[in-house]
């Protein structure tokens, strides 16, 4: 009966009686009928529309286009996922909980000598499951974990979905590695045109990769794991919207150049034309990992044009493409890694690139 006679009153004479119910009657215990009546009802309020979502799951997300492609992906805080089969809600990231209770592994679809893949079920939803393979790299399969979340919030990079212990659960993508980008563009039930942007496309997202590892706010991370081509295009998925994503953060090594602190790509000497210059052991004699000299994220410099023109070799228009990047890669291939660009300085050009390409078939 209180509230009533109170909310019925004028805004103005409302404002003024609370004036006098703390004034005059503060010790009497009016100040309680207005606590019940109007601060109460105002916390409930608050903890309804702007708690209540959180503790019943349904944190909203932001949305991110890709300006290249037209792809959109929604970005969730920090504790929460979301997937492209899911409502526009953000989910809680999965626990032992729902490994023991609503996660069915299907089978297996990946293995190397680090970790195990496999393809998982949960709520109807596909979700891929990692499992160390072995003791002996437990501790570099624990630093990838440890990498991939510290590394959430960025479309680049994998989407981790929670964990239980040693086993962790990130976003499944049907189309697999980018090793097989020639198979899911032969396949007419891609739904993917083999056009020139496309194509292109992935390029952009590559560089766009390496421009945050190299930038992040963790410090300049140096792609390891990238000895060959084949090694490299492994390390990134193709997305259902035919986008990379970085996968495999294993072998992650980080450069501190006010540090002075340098990096060497494991402990074995490497070969072939794909790795930087400075990544090969310079001397005749037989190669000893002490006196190999360390390096930075130059060398991962050196890589891109192989990489994008494996993405680009078999496209329509690929000559004058790769003669508009001539320049850019060119520099790439400087002999000296200081006079290489970095991947800001690459990422604009192929953006200048990127504008003069037909994209009308996207």
């Not at 942007?197 to 990769?209: D, Q």
């Not at 421009?211 to 295009?233: A, E, P, Q, R, W």
């Amino acid at each position: 009966m209180i509230c009533n006679n109170l909310l019925k009153s004028h805004n103005t004479v409302f404002t003024r009686r609370i004036f006098v119910l703390f004034s005059d009657n503060f010790w009497n215990g009016m100040w309680l009928k207005v606590l019940v009546c109007v601060a109460i009802p105002s916390i409930i309020a608050w903890v309804t529309t702007v708690s209540w979502p959180r503790i019943w799951n349904v944190e909203p997300g932001q949305l991110f286009c890709d300006k290249y492609g037209k792809s959109c992906h929604r970005i969730c805080p920090a504790g929460f996922f979301h997937l492209p089969s899911m409502s526009n809600q953000c989910h809680p990231l999965l626990t032992c909980h729902d490994l023991q209770n609503g996660i069915v592994k299907v089978n297996v679809i990946g293995a190397g000598a680090v970790k195990q893949v496999s393809l998982a079920s949960w709520k109807g939803h596909m979700i891929a499951m990692n499992e160390p393979i072995t003791e002996l790299y437990l501790k570099d399969y624990r630093y990838g974990l440890d990498m991939l979340q510290h590394l959430q919030g960025h479309p680049e990079v994998i989407q981790f979905l929670g964990s239980c212990n040693d086993v962790y659960f990130t976003q499944y993508h049907k189309f697999g590695s980018a090793d097989q980008l020639e198979n899911i563009l032969s396949d007419l039930d891609s739904g993917h045109p083999d056009t020139m942007a496309t194509r292109f496309n992935l390029c952009l997202n590559y560089i766009k990769i390496l421009n945050f590892l190299h930038t992040n706010k963790l410090g300049t991370l140096v792609m390891c794991d990238s000895s060959d081509l084949d090694k490299t295009l492994k390390q990134y998925l193709i997305t259902d919207d035919l986008a990379l994503v970085l996968n495999d953060v294993d072998s992650l090594a980080m450069v501190h150049h006010s540090a002075g602190q340098l990096i060497k790509c494991g402990h074995r000497q490497l070969g072939g034309e794909f790795v930087a210059p400075e990544q090969l052991w310079p001397h005749d004699t037989e190669f000893r990992d002490e006196a190999m000299q360390p390096y930075d994220e130059k060398s991962d410099i050196w890589k891109i044009p192989d990489v994008c023109n494996n993405f680009i070799d078999r496209g329509s228009d690929a000559v004058k493409v790769k003669l508009d990047l001539f320049s850019i890669h060119s520099a790439c291939k400087e002999e000296q890694a200081s006079f290489r660009p970095t991947t800001a300085d690459v990422l604009q050009e192929y953006e200048r690139v990127w504008n003069s390409i037909d994209k009308s078939n996207v």
